[in-house]
Each structure stands twice: as structure tokens, then as C-alpha cells.
């Protein structure tokens, strides 16, 4: 978690040494108080004209960025992680002490929910020997509808397994939760779209103008 | 309808009706509480199905039948809840079955996690609870739930406007809490005291893992306790429960000897668990129960059982520190909760709130307060006030069983008080003092206490919610009165059994080395039977001498905390390694160590002007970080850090202020906000911090802020300069709509955007003056605005 939450202030492997212990102490704290938790759930996938649809979760996914990343699954995967109401207490409480602390534990709190999504992800390769995964990708992402979040979430009854919640305004709340689609096909994978490159938000991104990257 | 049925042994409920729905043909993405409108005979045939296994009270189809949720729906509250009471009315009709009014979660989350306030909450609830008993429902359940404080909007709402009974179970996780944290203790005896006429558990967990939880509440209320588990857990791959109806009930009937009595089942069941628990509850009788009467507040996350000693911190209070009126004058919330924080940091247990002082509305200020603390402190909170409309607005917005301070043995004020306290569970402390004044006898003060006691049952009041204090009286003006007080604490544990609370630093008033006699006192009255000590936690010396007690009394099983506390002690160093003497401050400053920083700026401020220190070095001293943290060779932490030893600085500078009357440093003061729609804030406090330090006053409106607020707010104060955050592309559209409107004031302020999503061009386009893609930019803004 350290060396993301690192990559996420800015600094990476280049990061002073102070700056490196404080983040790994506060990583450390961290993995003792929030666990991140997460549901799947499997479903089969059709192509269709408009895109790929989800028949058992009434879901479609729409766009280029659906078609690079599905093309060839017969399956896929929603999930959600999330790191809970919890973690949004602890950085408000944080935030009143100390907000240098704050953006540290804020950034391990990324790092952790992916680190999460990691490992739901490898529990989905348990759990289907002989099927590979494409990397995942979320609404938002790419060309893939912000409103999507509404239907995954509810395909997945986020809010009553994992108290999440979608506002009007198709922000996920508690702050650290990660949707995401991952295709599941019966060839091996190569990379699709990871890195900045493939990202719709390249262009406003502050990490990519200033020359650094969040990590996806 | 025989009144309080669900009190007449064991009571069988139904099972789940969502699942059941989904089987049944309900599409992915349909409504279900629309069921009721588009297939009534579909409910009316499950629900027939769920009383014919045994049910003896079955929930209508109402679970989501709120404003929110059916916003897009075309159906009203009133249809939706009239046709499914209706559909459940049907098939009950002429079993003796009865209709519960099912009341879930509203779909959004409540303020601080969330938007949407407690007042807007409780009123969606209200419409729920009117609609229900119109419809004829002869009960509402409350279930589901994972916040504390919306269980509380739903329970209030159900209690203030029906007269129908309330079930209120809500879902915990493996570990003994809820998503947002809540305990099973406060999740008990927080509804219990609302007014909850049953309590439990439902959803998220098979009965296996539900029955240790069970058993917890049971030992936490009075109250007949619920179970409605799951069918185990979902499968990931295809989303069934697999927990067959067999291993259901043999799972779930050792929850009944625990004391569990109203059972029945949630996700993944069916009629067919139904029948089967049916079956095996017959010849079974409900089990006694062994409730633990206990003192107690909380929070949704710390519950606080009166099990020792536990430290009321004191300063929130304007009485004779002139920093906190001027807050509460100026509503300087952040100072109020810079105070809580630094008390529940030094190790006090519980806070008293004191917001009453000449020019401020305290019926409009405590509400807001104690939200305001409860955003960040996990503190429970004891509401001190002489006003009755204060404490109600206070303790109706409190998430969890607060405390009040206080009433006395005057029958007006108990007549006054007590309904309030009774009516929001709260505890209560009781004065030794009537009409007449301080008695000035031990047993003049027990037999008002006694008094105080008789009062607070005839209002329900449980005995353990009473606490008295004994008053201490002044050694140096009334020396005789210090043992009668400490005779007084005696008594009242001994002959009343109640906890004792005490002021204690009232004692050495007038006196030099007031920290002697405090200190003596305080232990005498610990030794006394004093459980709740009411002082200032950032006195060390109380706090040590209160580890020691605690130690002695047993209650620091092993002196764990107090080895803790005291092992390897040895005097702090007075700066970071390698500072040493050649530390200067603006190296303080550079590196981010506060307490030097502030030590330094004191003694700077022996020789030097304020203004000079601030400008000439403190400000030069940030700059070098800023420019360093833009070179890419210092990140945000480091930043921060600087910011926040600026800080010691400004506060050294400005008790020499103060001390010689001068001006206060303050360059400009700009107002920040992160707009409508957008929850996430930390962008914000970040460039707040930032630009505070450097000696600008903030205005801050915090997260989610309409544009109107906006505006209004700059209208009133006059401000000059405008700071806007949003983080996503969703809430772009609130940024330029605030803009406009501020645009169209006759004097429009500066205005600089930022956030995730905004561009340069994007600023320009939304009509802003300046885009800032940091804190530090911020800065310079600033200083360009304010010259």
C-alpha cells in the first residue's frame, strides 16, 4: 500500500525518506482499523447492436470502451469494494487534527480499496479455473456512462451488502469505493486499457499534467 | 387488537418478500414496491402463503415506499403504501394476522457521511408513518437499517405522528457493527430510550453468525429482542442463499434460549422457513432474560457503560474563558470542535456542551453544535443547559443517548426538564439544590437527591440514567463545606445507588497552586464513590492521578493502561532530533515541527514586532516550501506540515496581541465552499489550511452548498474573495450556476475554482477570475486579490 499510496501524493519511489515512514506508519494503522470489503457477481453477457447487455442484472454497457474491453468474454464480472463509512470518519477526524496527516491517510485509503478490488479479482480466478479476467474498468472510465453506476449498484444490492450508496449526482458514497466491470472469456487476457493513455480523463487529469499517474 | 402482543411469549413474523419476488418474476431494474400497484394478487398470494405457514404478523410490501426512492416511479407515497397495506390487509383478513408497516432505509446517506440532514430525514419518514396508519397498518417495522441516526429519524417519525407500536431491527456485520460503525450497546439502549417497543437484528447474515450478536443485545435492553436473519449468504456466482429451511431453524432456535422472541427470516427465505421454524417453536415458551442494568451514554461508535470512572471533559463552556464566547459569538464551530478533539485526544470519556452566554440564540446554536461535533469527535456529549427548548433542539439532533446538565430539586424544573429527557432517552444529572439554594448538610443534599430520584421514575426514567452532583463548594470561602460534599458523594452511591458527578476544580478556586487541592479533592472524592468527575483532561496531573486511582480500585485489570501510560516515561525532548540549539524557526517552519515553531515564535516575540515576524519570516519561510513542493522536491504532506507549524506561530503572535492590544494579523478574509451536489472535500480543507496559514481568514461553507447559500453568505459578510471546488464532472453544472449567480451581485468577489475536473479553460468559460490547480496557487491568488 505504501509505495501507491506514494504514487498518489506525488512522490513515489522518489519520496523522502520522512515522508516515506510516515506514509507506511500510517498505511500500517490503517490495515489494522478498515478491511476493504467487496461483492461480485457473475453474469452472462450478450453483444448486442448498442453494446453488450447483462440480460439477468437488466444492465447495457455501452460505448468503445466496453467494446475494447468485452469483445471475446462470454462473461462478466461487477464488483464493487469499498472501504466503508468508516474510513470517511476516521479522515474527517483526521482532518480536524491534522490535515498533513490527513492527505497521507487519504491516499493509503485509495491504495487500500484498490488493493481490495485486487484481491476480488483474484478470488474470481479461484473461483473459475480455466478462465481468465480482462482488467477491470468502471463508469466513467473511458466512454463508459457515469449513470451506469445507478444499475451496477443495484445488480450487486451494494447498498444492503456493503452500505453503498449513489447519490443524484452519481457520486459513490462512503468516499473510498471503487464499480467496476471485469470481463471473464476462455483465452488469456493481454493488458486492454490500463494506463494513461487509454483514460478519458487524461486531459484534465492534475497527476497526468503534471506528469505522474494514479496507477490505473 | 390485544394491546402489546408482541409482548405475550414468542411471536412469529414472516419471511422475505424481495427475494421471493425476484423468484417470482420481478425484472432486474423494476421497482418492487410497485408490486403492489401492477400485481396486488401476487402479494396477496405470498403474503396468504406466509400466514398460512404460521406468520403471525406479516410486512407489507412497503420497504422502499419513500419519497426518495420512488421520486421517477409516477406513484405517490400515499398510493404505494395504501395499495400494499391493502394487498396485506387482504390476505390477512379474518386469520388474526397482523399488518406491519415496513419502513427500510431511504436509499441516500445522512449528514455528516451523506447529504441528506436529519430534518429532511425524519420528515420522509413521516410521510411513510402517516400513509401506513391511514392504510389501516396495525404496526411499523423499521428494519434494515445501518446508520443509528436514520433509525432514530424513522422511530421518531413512527412515535410523533401514529400511534402505532415500532419494531426497529437494524443490520450488523460479523464484528459486532453496522457499516457505519454503530454497536450493538448503542444501537440497544439508543432506541430503547426513543421509545422503540421491540428491537433486533435482520438481514446481512445467516443465523449461525447472527446468534453471538443476539445474545448481546439481549444483555443491552429491556425490550423483547428480534431476529430475522438471512438464508445464510449469497453465492457470488449466481446470487442464491443456500441455507436450507433445516438448518435455518436449527440455527436459529439456540438465538431463543438467549432471549430472543419475535423471530423471523429476511433475505432468501420463503414460506417454506416459515413453516418449518413454526414447527419447531410449538410447545416452546420464551426464555427469561438477563438484562445488565447499567449507566450508559454513547455514540453510535463508543459506547459508554458507567463501569469506572470516566472523565467529563469541561471546557466546552463560555464561562470565564474569553476565547470560547467569542467564538460562540462569531459561531467559530471549528474552534468548538478543535476544543472536543483536544479532550477526547487527552483522554476524557464524555464532553460537556455549554453554548449558553449573553447574544447567542442557544436554542439555534446547540443543535448546530452538537452536529458540528459529532462530524468528527466519537465523543458522547452531555447537553448543559438551563434551557428547555435548547436541550430538546439538542438532544432531538444528537446520534445516540446523550446526557443533560442538568435539574434540580425545584418541581418546576423537574416538571420542565424531565419530559424531555424521558422522551429522547437521555441520561440527567441532578443538582443538590432547590429554591432555598446549597443545603449545607450531607443529608440536606441526599434528601434532595432522593427527591430528584422519585421525580425522575415517575417520568420512566430508569435509575441508572440519574446522576447526582454533590456540589463543590469553594475550600478557601466555605471551608466546612468540603466534607459535607465528600460525606454527600458518599451517601448517594451508598443509600441511592447512583453514579456522582462533580465539578471538582471549583474547589481551589482563590487559591494559589490551585493544581494541589484540586488534585487532593478529586482523589477523596474518587475514594468517596465520585464515578464521573467533571474537569479539564489537559491537566496531566488530574489525568495521572486519575490512572493511579484506577489502578488501586481494581478497575485497570493487571495496570495495564497505567504501565501503559507511565512505563519508559521520561521527560519529552523539548525539540526534534537533531535540532538542537542552532534550530532556528524558520527551519522549524520548513520542517513542519509545530511545538518548535511555536516555542520559537515566543521568544522572537520577546525582541521582535508581530508583523515583522509574521512577514519578514514566517511568510518568506512557507514561500521557500511552496516553491520547493512546485519544484517537485517537497509533496502535499510537507506543505501541509508547514502550514500547520505556521500556525503555532500565528497563535503565539497572536496572545502578544492580545496581551498588548494591538491589531490582529489578518490579511484578507476569503470564503470557501465546495459546491452543490459534491460530497468530497478534502480538496477544500486542503487549500483552506494552506491559505489560513499564511494569515487569511476563512470563510468556510463547507461541502455540498447550494449556490443561494453562497451568495448569501457573500452579501452578509462582504467578502471579497471566492473559492469553489468540485471534483466531478457531474457537479461542474453547480460550479457555473454558482458563478452566474454571484457574477449578477452588485459588488461580485473574486472568484477561483479548482478541483479534479476543472481546467484553466473550463475556469474561463464558467466566467471564474482565476483557476488554481493547488494549495499553493491559492496562495498566490491571494496575494495578488489582497495586495
Redo the contacts between chains.
Keep these: 500500500m505504501t509505495l501507491e499510496a506514494l504514487r498518489y501524493?506525488?512522490?513515489g519511489r522518489g519520496?523522502?525518506e520522512e515522508?516515506r515512514q510516515?506514509v507506511e506508519r500510517a498505511a500500517q494503522e490503517l490495515s489494522g482499523q478498515v478491511k476493504p470489503r467487496y461483492?461480485?457477481?457473475?453474469f452472462s453477457l450478450e453483444p448486442e447492436q448498442e453494446g453488450f447487455s447483462l440480460?439477468?442484472?437488466?444492465?447495457l454497457l455501452t460505448g468503445q470502451t466496453a467494446r475494447t474491453m468485452l469483445t471475446g468474454c462470454a462473461q462478466a464480472a461487477l464488483l464493487c469494494c469499498t472501504l466503508?463509512?468508516?474510513f470517511?470518519?476516521l479522515?474527517?477526524?483526521c482532518?480536524?487534527?491534522?490535515?498533513?496527516?490527513?492527505?497521507?491517510l487519504?491516499a493509503c485509503g485509495s491504495a487500500l480499496v484498490e488493493e481490495g478490488c485486487d484481491a476480488a479479482q483474484e478470488e474470481m480466478v479461484q473461483?473459475l479455473p480455466g478462465k481468465f479476467l480482462t482488467d477491470r474498468f468502471s463508469p466513467?472510465y473511458g466512454d463508459l456512462p457515469?449513470p451506469l453506476q445507478q444499475?451496477l449498484c443495484?445488480?450487486l444490492d451494494a447498498?444492503?451488502?456493503?452500505?453503498v450508496?449513489v447519490?443524484?449526482?452519481?457520486?459513490l458514497?462512503?468516499?473510498k469505493t471503487v464499480t467496476a466491470v471485469v470481463g471473464i472469456s476462455g483465452k488469456p487476457q493481454p493488458a486492454r486499457v490500463r494506463g494513461c493513455a487509454f483514460c478519458s480523463m487524461r486531459?484534465?487529469?492534475?497527476l497526468y499534467?503534471?506528469g505522474k499517474t494514479c496507477g490505473v | 387488537m390485544g394491546s402489546e402482543f408482541w409482548k405475550d411469549g414468542l411471536l412469529l413474523l414472516d419471511g422475505a418478500m424481495g427475494t421471493v419476488l425476484q423468484q417470482r418474476g420481478l425484472?432486474?431494474?423494476e421497482l418492487p414496491e410497485l408490486i403492489g400497484i401492477t400485481r396486488p394478487e401476487l402479494l396477496r398470494s405470498i403474503h396468504r402463503e406466509y400466514i398460512d405457514a404460521g406468520s403471525r404478523v406479516v410486512c407489507a410490501n412497503t420497504f422502499g415506499a419513500n419519497a426518495l426512492k420512488l421520486a421517477h416511479s409516477g406513484y405517490t407515497v400515499e398510493e404505494v403504501v395504501r395499495a400494499s397495506i391493502a394487498a396485506a390487509k387482504q390476505a390477512a383478513a379474518g386469520t388474526g394476522t397482523r399488518v406491519a408497516l415496513d419502513i427500510g432505509?431511504l436509499?441516500?446517506?445522512l449528514e455528516?457521511?451523506?447529504?441528506l440532514s436529519f430534518e429532511e430525514a425524519y420528515s420522509l419518514f413521516c410521510q411513510v408513518a402517516r400513509a401506513g396508519e391511514r392504510a389501516g397498518a396495525d404496526l411499523a417495522a423499521i428494519e434494515?437499517m445501518?446508520?443509528l441516526y436514520e433509525a432514530k429519524a424513522a422511530v421518531l417519525a413512527v412515535k410523533e405522528n401514529t400511534s402505532l407500536p415500532v419494531f426497529a431491527t437494524m443490520?450488523f456485520e460479523e464484528s459486532g457493527?453496522?457499516?457505519?460503525?454503530c454497536t450493538i450497546p448503542s444501537m440497544a439502549r439508543t432506541l430503547e430510550g426513543l421509545g422503540a417497543d421491540a428491537i433486533g437484528l435482520n438481514?446481512?447474515l445467516g443465523p449461525d453468525l447472527l446468534a453471538p450478536l443476539l445474545r448481546e443485545l439481549c444483555e443491552n435492553t429491556r425490550l423483547p429482542v428480534i431476529a430475522k436473519p438471512n438464508a445464510g449468504l449469497?453465492d457470488?456466482?449466481d446470487?442464491h442463499y443456500h441455507m436450507d429451511p433445516e438448518a435455518f431453524t436449527a440455527a436459529l432456535l439456540p438465538c431463543l434460549d438467549a432471549g430472543v422472541s419475535i423471530i423471523g427470516g429476511c433475505?432468501g427465505t420463503s414460506p417454506a422457513y416459515i413453516r418449518r421454524l413454526n414447527a419447531a417453536l410449538s410447545g416452546r415458551r420464551s426464555a427469561s432474560r438477563r438484562y445488565i442494568p447499567c449507566g450508559f451514554v454513547c455514540t453510535p461508535?463508543v459506547p459508554v457503560p458507567l463501569t469506572g470512572v470516566r472523565v467529563i471533559g469541561e471546557r466546552i463552556n463560555p464561562t470565564g474563558k474569553k476565547r470560547v464566547q467569542q467564538a460562540l459569538l462569531a459561531r467559530d464551530l471549528d474552534y468548538i470542535?478543535?476544543l472536543a478533539?483536544q479532550q477526547e485526544?487527552a483522554g476524557a470519556s464524555l464532553l460537556d456542551v455549554n453554548v449558553g452566554y449573553p447574544g447567542v440564540d442557544e436554542a439555534a446554536l446547540l443543535p448546530q453544535v452538537v452536529k458540528k461535533l459529532q462530524?468528527?469527535?466519537?465523543l458522547p456529549l452531555m447537553l448543559d443547559s438551563s434551557n428547555p427548548e435548547a436541550l430538546e433542539a439538542g438532544l432531538r439532533v444528537y446520534n445516540g443517548k446523550a446526557a443533560v446538565n442538568s435539574v434540580n430539586g425545584d418541581p418546576a424544573v423537574l416538571g420542565r426538564v424531565l419530559p424531555i429527557v424521558k422522551q429522547y432517552g437521555a441520561a440527567v444529572v441532578g443538582l443538590t439544590l432547590d429554591k432555598q439554594g446549597v443545603p449545607q448538610t450531607a443529608q440536606d443534599r441526599l434528601e434532595i437527591a432522593r427527591r430528584i430520584l422519585d421525580a425522575a421514575l415517575a417520568h420512566g426514567i430508569p435509575q441508572e440514567d440519574l446522576w447526582i452532583d454533590c456540589l463543590t463548594l469553594t475550600v478557601s470561602a466555605q471551608q466546612e463545606q468540603a466534607p459535607q460534599t465528600l460525606e454527600a458523594v458518599r451517601r448517594v452511591r451508598q443509600e441511592l445507588g447512583l453514579h456522582s458527578v462533580l465539578g471538582v476544580s471549583n474547589i481551589s478556586f482563590g487559591l494559589p497552586d490551585r493544581g494541589q487541592i484540586t488534585r487532593a479533592f478529586l482523589l477523596q472524592a474518587l475514594g468517596a464513590g465520585l464515578t464521573l468527575p467533571i474537569l479539564n483532561p489537559n491537566q496531566t496531573q488530574m489525568m495521572d492521578a486519575i490512572a493511579a486511582f484506577r489502578v488501586l480500585s481494581g478497575e485497570d485489570a493487571g495496570c495495564r493502561a497505567y504501565v501503559e501510560r507511565f512505563a519508559g516515561a521520561s521527560p519529552a525532548p523539548a525539540s526534534a532530533p537533531g535540532a538542537g540549539d542552532a534550530l532556528t524557526l524558520e527551519e522549524a517552519v520548513v520542517r513542519?515541527l509545530r511545538a518548535d515553531a511555536a516555542r520559537l515564535a515566543v521568544q522572537a516575540l520577546e525582541s521582535e514586532e508581530p508583523v515583522r515576524l509574521v512577514e519578514g519570516r514566517l511568510i518568506p519561510a512557507l514561500d521557500r516550501v511552496g516553491a520547493d513542493y512546485e519544484r517537485?522536491v517537497?509533496?502535499?504532506?510537507?506543505?501541509?506540515?508547514a502550514?500547520?507549524a505556521a500556525q503555532g506561530v500565528f497563535e503565539a503572535v497572536r496572545a502578544v496581541i492580545e496581551r498588548t492590544g494591538g491589531v490582529p494579523v489578518k490579511k484578507g478574509r476569503f470564503l470557501i465552499a465546495t459546491v452543490q451536489?459534491?460530497?468530497?472535500d478534502?480538496g477544500k480543507?486542503?487549500v483552506k489550511?494552506v491559505m489560513e496559514n499564511y494569515g487569511y481568514a476563512a470563510v468556510d461553507l463547507g461541502r455540498d452548498v447550494p449556490p443561494e447559500q453562497i451568495v448569501e453568505a457573500v452579501r452578509q459578510q462582504g467578502v471579497r474573495l471566492v473559492g469553489l471546488s468540485a471534483?466531478?464532472?457531474?457537479?461542474l453544472p453547480a460550479m457555473e450556476q454558482t458563478i452566474r449567480q454571484l457574477r449578477a451581485l452588485p459588488e461580485p468577489p473574486v472568484i477561483f475554482v479548482g478541483g479534479?475536473?476543472?481546467?484553466p479553460e473550463y475556469a474561463a468559460q464558467m466566467g471564474a477570475d482565476y483557476y488554481a490547480?493547488?494549495a499553493r496557487r491559492s496562495v498566490e491568488i491571494a496575494k495578488e486579490v489582497f495586495g
Design positions: 501524493l506525488g512522490a519520496a523522502p515522508l510516515s461483492v461480485y457477481r457473475i440480460p439477468q442484472a437488466g444492465l466503508g463509512a468508516r470517511d470518519a479522515l474527517r477526524a482532518q480536524v487534527r491534522d490535515m498533513a496527516q490527513a492527505v497521507i487519504d473461483l466513467g457515469l444499475g443495484a445488480a447498498s444492503r451488502r456493503l452500505g450508496h447519490t443524484r449526482q452519481y457520486l458514497n462512503p468516499g486531459e484534465r487529469c492534475t499534467k503534471g | 425484472k432486474p431494474g432505509p436509499g441516500e446517506l455528516p457521511m451523506g447529504g434494515t445501518t446508520d443490520s457493527r453496522t457499516f457505519t460503525g438481514c446481512s449469497p457470488p456466482v446470487g433475505c461508535t470542535l478543535d478533539v485526544d462530524s468528527a469527535c466519537t513542519g517537485g517537497a509533496f502535499l504532506p510537507q506543505l501541509l506540515s502550514a500547520q451536489g459534491d460530497i468530497h478534502i480543507n486542503i489550511t471534483l466531478m464532472t457531474t457537479t479534479a475536473v476543472v481546467t490547480r493547488d
